[in-house]
């Protein structure tokens, strides 16, 4: 079946640090969807990447889109202590099914 | 907007007893699902609603699991007879599109259950 990965688990950074971290498919995506959780909360929709190639920016937040479609990148700029949780993609299968990755934990070292 | 509503925020049970989560969606979201998040880990799927049909079940352990979206609105997730291993968060969610589109899915606030 499709699997997703996410590198790396956990990430520990000094606040002002940039931070990436990266979502891998097995197989080729339609598109990827990047949710944000916080400690103890539930998980937020940060965006969605359909073209091949695709960069997205939100603020400090840059997401990119493998040319492939095969891969994604979540990049932060200058990390805020605001910026703490664990970063999810999720991937839609060919059943329609949307699968989470396991997710990237970021700590923010103030 | 309310945004999802999940009732309860916590539960703990002894096991072999049942247990029952409900979720609201966002009006005008047709499509719902219950996913489970365990510790460290991301949402895995459950079950999807589209209005009351539930167009995939496949995850759903229906064993001891079971689901209903009367009136494709509010749904009811059960569990009975509940088992240690089922100690977890249950996140509800829904969206405008199928697989969440430009606006993705928006999940409530979840029930963590503790089963001892």
């Known amino acids: 079946g499709q699997q997703v990965m996410q590198i790396p688990q956990y990430q520990h950074v000094q606040e002002g640090e940039d931070f990436t971290t990266y979502c891998n498919s097995s197989t080729t995506l339609s598109n990827i969807q990047w949710y944000k959780q916080r400690p103890g909360g539930h998980p937020v929709f940060l965006i969605q990447?359909?073209?091949?190639?695709e960069v997205k920016k939100q603020k400090r937040l840059t997401f990119q889109f493998g040319e492939a479609k095969k891969n994604s990148s979540l990049h932060i700029t200058a990390t805020q202590t605001t910026d703490v949780g664990t970063y999810f993609c999720?991937?839609?299968?060919?059943?329609?099914?949307?699968?989470f990755g396991p997710g990237t934990s970021l700590s923010v070292i103030p | 907007e309310a945004g999802v509503v999940q009732s309860p925020r916590y539960k703990i049970i002894e096991k072999k007893q049942p247990v029952a989560f409900w979720c609201n969606p966002i009006?005008?979201?047709?499509?719902l699902y219950w996913y489970r998040q365990n510790l460290g880990q991301g949402p895995e799927l459950l079950i999807r609603?589209?209005?009351?049909?539930?167009?995939?079940d496949s995850q759903l352990p229906k064993d001891r699991f079971s689901a209903e979206r009367l009136k494709g609105v509010d749904s009811t997730l059960k569990i009975q007879p509940a088992e240690l291993g089922d100690s977890a968060v249950y996140l509800c969610?829904?969206?405008?599109?199928?697989?969440?589109?430009?606006?993705?899915?928006?999940f409530g606030s979840g029930t963590r259950l503790t089963v001892v």
């Open positions: 999720a991937v839609k299968t060919s059943y329609d099914k949307v699968i």
């Open positions: 990447l359909v073209k091949s190639g």
């Open positions: 969610a829904s969206s405008l599109e199928r697989t969440g589109g430009d606006y993705g899915y928006t």
């Open positions: 009006s005008g979201h047709n499509t």
């Open positions: 609603y589209e209005n009351e049909e539930a167009v995939d």
